[in-house]
């Protein structure tokens, strides 16, 4: 199963690398395909005042010198089409944010490199238009097949990270994951699904807590990877705290996950 995991945001190099040497232990697992995780630019905090992280040339340089040093595969955000061919020169697989998954421009310039894109779902999307968005990558890449194996041979994926219950909340239906696996191989990611928009006046709430429920769901449900925003200590992180998952509780929720797998 593929692995995507690591901290919300580059908060600063030491930072990055003490958390890269701990997660080393999936990177040996044979039973897992594992990308390092951590974006350069929160481009969509809620507050003007929140931490973004250290841009473009200082995160790259950084996610660089982590993929050199411990060997892993990298995977980082987009936000804007220019960004992507400078992005692709360093990480493994491009990921669309979920508040730009019908961003033509940004998908079309993903498809044309020849990294992996992985697709999350808007909060606002139904699911099954997620196929549409999946086309605009495969048609870019020259095959006008959508379908689970097109789109695993061309490396597109789709990533479930809940939907919008009314205000200020995030649930998950299980069903999605079903109806996107038609699509394209699918990522759970069961921290942002435990969000809470806007809870904490003006930044993102949550409740770490659901995460292995919500992560043992999807296992049994059957997904292709996970995805987890860990870090040393999510009360301190600069982004994302609520929601992430300590890294001390990681291996035991994966071990976890790889059983029912096996069921």
Same mark, same amino acid.
């Given at each position: ?33 594992? &990308?390092?995780? /951590? ?10 005042? #929140?931490?973004? !992280?250290? @841009? ?91 379908? &689970?194996?097109? /789109? ?10 809940? #939907?919008?219950? !009314?205000? @200020? ?95």
């Amino acid at each position: 199963m593929k692995l995507l995991a690591g901290p919300c945001v580059i908060e600063s190099e030491e930072n990055i690398f003490k958390i890269a040497k701990a997660l080393e232990i999936y990177q040996n697992d044979k039973t897992i395909d594992f &990308y390092f995780k /951590s974006s350069f630019d929160k481009a969509n905090r809620t507050s003007l005042n #929140s931490f973004r !992280g250290l @841009g473009i040339e200082e995160g790259l340089r950084i996610l660089e010198k982590v993929k050199n040093d411990f060997g892993y595969k990298v995977v980082t955000d987009v936000h804007e089409s220019h960004q992507v061919p400078i992005v692709a020169e360093v990480v493994d697989m491009l990921q669309i944010p979920a508040f730009l998954c019908r961003q033509t421009d940004l998908l079309v310039a993903c498809a044309k490199t020849t990294k992996e894109v992985n697709i999350k779902k808007g909060q606002f999307i139904n699911p099954p238009d997620m196929k549409y968005s999946v086309a605009k990558v495969l048609k870019t890449r020259g095959c006008d097949e959508v379908s &689970y194996e097109a /789109s695993k041979k061309h490396g597109v994926y789709l990533c479930e990270r809940g #939907s919008s219950f !009314g205000y @200020g909340n995030i649930v998950v239906d299980m069903r999605s994951l079903v109806i996107m696996r038609e699509f394209a191989p699918t990522i759970f990611d069961a921290t942002h699904s435990v969000q809470a928009p806007g809870a904490l006046g003006g930044k993102t709430g949550g409740d770490r807590t659901m995460v292995p429920y919500l992560a043992s769901a999807a296992a049994a449900v059957g997904v292709d990877g996970f995805f987890f925003e860990t870090h040393f200590d999510p009360s301190i992180a600069l982004s994302d705290g609520p929601n992430m998952i300590k890294l001390d509780e990681l291996e035991a929720l994966i071990n976890k996950i790889k059983k029912i797998r096996e069921i």
